[in-house]
């Protein structure tokens, strides 16, 4: 195996996804975890086991990987809708997620597969997330939904160790690795936040 | 359900998430030595056949943890998909289990019979962890099938 570490704790998210998809009540929200967890898992038989670009697995896995982060931002996009606006409005905002999503399909099937183009198209969709849930707390002062804004600002500071290469352990737990694991709490925090957000609007 | 039955659904439940454990045990431990190569665990040759490629193998592993953690969790809770009766896939499952540990069996005697420098136990790791994800699935069939009794047939008027 190329990097373990990145290999395991890319599936034992996905396992963890899996289980939130699960126990979520909303499609949007099953989507979003079910999405990251395929994510997880192709990604992380790329990290362990087809790191050469060269490769068939790689060209496969990787587009895997890209289009369900694409998904998951789709989804994003898709629960921030439904907890801030009216239903007509948060359909429109939906329609126009999907479509940006086939435009980029389109883009990492035939024209890049650079993780900064799932970056550019995951980063909108979890700023607009914290922007609404921010608000959301504003408004109703609900404990729980500050625990999911807790967790998507997890979310950014694990992207943050990510690009900053910051490391356990150079060989045995890498940046990659770190990421996952503080990237497992912030999903986490966000799952019981969404469950306690739409217990409550139930 | 009747009182006897009822009882049984956290034996079977136990027995489900053992032999998760059990296979979840045996992924980690193949999965170690591919990774590290631990020394207090047997070479990679000792851990599959190496018909199904690794790379290909541990996903489908991951996949096969997630398909069992939900028929324990069905059966733990005794609701969801995986506890409800469905009478003519049960069957084939409970009878291709059987099937299945019978050809387990051949393996393992054509195995130490073609292979002499195997005996007793050598290789036999993929052959009894087989063994114990089909043995999840019958367990799940006879489960079902003891939670869910058939409905006694209506005498005719």
């Known amino acids: 195996m190329t990097e373990p570490d990145v290999a395991f704790t890319d599936y034992a998210l996905a396992i963890e996804c899996v289980l939130f998809a699960h126990l979520v009540r909303r499609r949007e929200d099953a989507l979003f975890f079910g999405s990251a967890a395929v994510a997880s898992l192709a990604g992380g038989t790329v990290h362990g086991f087809f790191l050469d670009g060269r490769t068939v697995g790689n060209a496969i896995l990787w587009r895997i990987t890209l289009i369900a982060i694409g998904i998951t931002a789709a989804s994003a996009w898709a629960i921030g809708a439904r907890v801030l606006f009216p239903v007509p409005t948060a359909r429109r905002i939906t329609i126009a997620a999907a479509a940006a999503f086939a435009a980029y399909c389109v883009v990492t099937l035939l024209i890049t597969q650079d993780f900064r183009a799932a970056l550019v198209f995951y980063l909108p969709a979890a700023v607009f997330l914290l922007i609404v849930l921010s608000t959301a707390y504003a408004r109703a002062r609900e404990r729980g939904i500050l625990v999911a804004v807790a967790g998507l600002g997890l979310m950014f500071i694990a992207a943050a160790v990510q690009q900053m290469k910051i490391a356990l352990h150079p060989t045995y737990f890498d940046h990659n690795a770190l990421y996952h694991l503080i990237q497992a709490l912030a999903l986490w925090l966000l799952f019981l936040g969404l469950r306690r957000l739409h217990a409550d609007a139930t | ?157």
């Open chain 2, 1 to 157: 359900m009747t009182r006897e039955r009822a009882g049984d659904a956290p034996l079977y439940a136990s027995v489900l998430w053992f032999l998760l454990f059990l296979f979840c045990l045996r992924v980690a431990g193949q999965a170690l030595v591919a990774a590290f190569a631990v020394p207090f665990l047997p070479p990679m040759s000792e851990w599959y056949s190496g018909v199904i490629p690794y790379p290909i193998l541990l996903p489908v592993q991951v996949v096969i943890i997630v398909l069992l953690a939900k028929v324990a969790t069905d059966f733990t809770r005794r609701r969801g998909f995986f506890v409800v009766p469905r009478r003519t896939m049960g069957r084939f499952l409970e009878w291709f289990s059987y099937l299945y540990w019978g050809g387990m069996a051949v393996r393992y005697v054509a195995s130490m019979a073609l292979h002499p420098e195997r005996r007793w136990f050598g290789g036999t790791i993929p052959i009894f962890f087989h063994c114990v994800y089909w043995g999840g699935m019958a367990v799940r069939y006879v489960a079902s099938m003891a939670l869910h009794p058939e409905p006694p047939a209506v005498p005719a008027e």
